[in-house]
């Protein structure tokens, strides 16, 4: 499994816009690229996926630059309700390691 | 429709009991996960199944814990012998279990395993 390293944590006030940062240098040609978002007491929910260049949902974009050794989570004007764990993945099927994630608080 | 849901939402148990946790998957999906996750940590893969064989093994910590889905849906693991370091949360989750890149994972509520 492909080792990613995001930062623990990160701070925002309603309305701007997150950009988390994951690392995956040793990222393998079939893996994928896939974040999870944790509120407290549930389980993950999937957010976005992909492999290369820019993918964009009603939630969030991610880019992932040519050499795919990073990528980037963005979240649009963020609100109150955004705060939660940012898990960031990398990985070809089933198995996925989740990490420690990104706290992201979201402040008013 | 439905998602994942698991039972029972929490469980306290005495050191030494065995516990039963249950998941119920999304209806029509072939693959099942369970993961463990211990208060402020990431989650911990246990198990895999894919229908009603589980390829992957690797998670499990001791021969303690074991699982096993039937009917290619419903699933149980099972901790024999209960120890204060298993409290955590187990969270199930199910997917579609297409090729083609790693699945959307739908997780459960999880349930809380206190052992004291």
């Known amino acids: 499994l492909a080792k990613t390293t995001q930062p623990i944590s990160m701070d925002s006030y309603e309305g701007q816009e997150v950009n988390i940062t994951c690392s995956h240098n040793n990222i393998a040609t079939n893996d994928y690229i896939t974040w999870y978002q944790q509120f407290p007491s549930q389980g993950p929910r999937f957010i976005i996926q992909?492999?290369?260049t820019k993918v964009t949902n009603e939630v969030a974009s991610l880019f992932i630059p040519a050499d795919r050794k990073s990528s980037t989570l963005s979240l649009p004007r963020v609100s109150l309700s955004d705060t939660a764990v940012y898990y960031c993945l990398v990985g070809d099927d089933y198995k996925l390691s989740f990490g420690a994630g990104t706290t992201v608080t979201v402040r008013a | 429709g439905a998602g994942v849901s698991q039972s029972p939402s929490n469980k306290v148990t005495e050191k030494g009991k065995d516990v039963e946790l249950r998941c119920d998957p999304i209806s029509g999906h072939t693959a099942l996960y369970w993961y463990r996750q211990s208060l402020g940590q990431g989650l911990e893969f246990l198990i895999y199944f894919q229908g009603n064989s589980a390829p992957d093994k690797s998670g499990l910590p001791s021969d303690r814990f074991s699982a096993e889905r039937t009917g290619g849906s419903v699933s149980t693991l099972t901790i024999q012998r209960t120890q204060q370091e298993d409290s955590a949360v187990y969270l199930c989750?199910?997917?579609?279990?297409?090729?083609?890149?790693?699945?959307?994972?739908?997780f459960g509520p999880g349930t809380r395993l206190t052992v004291l």
């Open positions: 992909g492999y290369k």
């Open positions: 989750a199910s997917s579609a279990g297409t090729s083609g890149g790693p699945n959307e994972q739908f």
